[in-house]
């Protein structure tokens, strides 16, 4: 999992090396995420659901923790050119109502798929989701295999990946998931008191949202990002990523023929800019890969493959990479299932 001034930092990097055009399209494509889809009543509160596009096959997306379901704004146009596609807000992210419960992965499925059922956005479903949102994507085609036709994961959490990784690095992941932990309460904390413009924690945990997303969804990100609730969100939703492993855990058993590509980063997270790749850091990327190989192998139509230039969160850097494979998949859906 990446901070949210990590994140950023990636992003605006990209921005500078897109050509303009490209840039300025995706902005005005990120506007239309700015405001709430259909806000559908799954009992008592509304999950936000963004859909566009047309066909007998829908893409669900799932994001990263902590993440909206805008977070899929350069990709989810395209593919909605190509069949109907919707984004969704995890319970009390973007513009969803807030739960009781935490955001495991076995809560969120319930609600997504409460929420396809409500909107009338009937299987079959291809799903795609990235880092914790991948989990989710996971634990979803298990409890409902007949209405899932495929599955696209972007960098996914899988139930043993922290101790692998944690291993491979020598005890440093843990380590960093634990910072993580401490800058959501960092940020919580800020929050209610309120973010001052120009302040430390107006920096650390706000940001400047705008250079990425554009100026119209880019304020709405940055208002996300000045509550308090979300904040709480975010703390508790990556606290209870050990629960999500677990309850992928209970799950995991081959996907038979279903349609799978895993897409892995090309450039790690935890490298230093500029500096050699060190062997600590080889160690994590090659597990992570190896990791990822073996997730595309429990299907036999499973593929995985590495997207140059794109760290954790592929979506952001290469979005052409998602959308390829997410056709990919479309196509394989059979012609019986749609």
């Not at 973007?94 to 009338?120: I, M, Q, W, Y």
């Not at 956005?121 to 914790?132: A, D, F, M, Q, T």
């Not at 944690?166 to 959501?184: E, T």
């Not at 499973?302 to 196509?331: F, K, M, N, T, Y």
Request: proline residues 7%; charged residues 20%.
């Amino acid at each position: 999992m990446m901070k949210p001034s990590m994140r950023r930092t990636a992003c605006s990097a990209l921005a500078l090396t897109l050509p303009v055009f490209v840039h300025a399209a995706a902005q005005a494509d990120s506007a239309a995420f700015a405001k709430p889809g259909q806000l559908v009543d799954i009992g008592g509160r509304k999950i936000n659901l963004h859909c566009s596009g047309s066909g007998p096959v829908t893409v669900v997306f799932d994001a990263a923790s902590g993440e909206a379901g805008w977070n899929w704004h350069r990709v989810q146009p395209e593919v909605a050119k190509q069949a109907r596609a919707c984004t969704f807000d995890r319970a009390g992210i973007g513009f969803s109502d807030p739960a009781k419960r935490p955001n495991t992965s076995e809560n969120v499925v319930a609600d997504l798929h409460k929420a396809l059922g409500a909107a009338a956005i009937k299987p079959p479903y291809v799903l795609v989701g990235n880092s914790l949102g991948g989990a989710n994507v996971q634990v979803f085609a298990y409890r409902y295999p007949a209405e899932v036709k495929g599955l696209v994961l972007v960098e996914p959490q899988t139930e043993h990946e922290t101790e692998r990784l944690d291993k491979a690095a020598g005890g440093r992941i843990k380590g960093m998931y634990a910072m993580v932990k401490q800058q959501d309460q960092y940020c919580l904390a800020a929050a209610k008191k309120g973010f001052k413009a120009g302040s430390e924690e107006f920096g650390n945990c706000v940001g400047k949202p705008q250079d990425y997303y554009g100026p119209v969804l880019g304020a709405q990100v940055q208002a996300m990002y000045m509550k308090p609730a979300y904040w709480g969100v975010r703390a508790t939703e990556f606290v209870a990523i050990d629960t999500s492993d677990a309850q992928l855990r209970a799950l995991r058993k081959p996907f038979g023929d279903l349609p799978l590509v895993v897409l892995t980063r090309g450039v790690s997270p935890y490298a230093v800019p500029g500096q050699p790749q060190s062997a600590v850091n080889k160690a994590v990327e090659d597990e992570n890969e190896k990791i990822h190989k073996e997730l595309a192998a429990l299907s036999t139509k499973g593929s995985q493959r590495v997207v140059p230039g794109a760290g954790h969160i592929i979506q952001d850097e290469q979005p052409a990479a998602v959308v390829q494979a997410v056709l990919e998949v479309l196509r394989q859906v059979p012609p019986a299932a749609r």
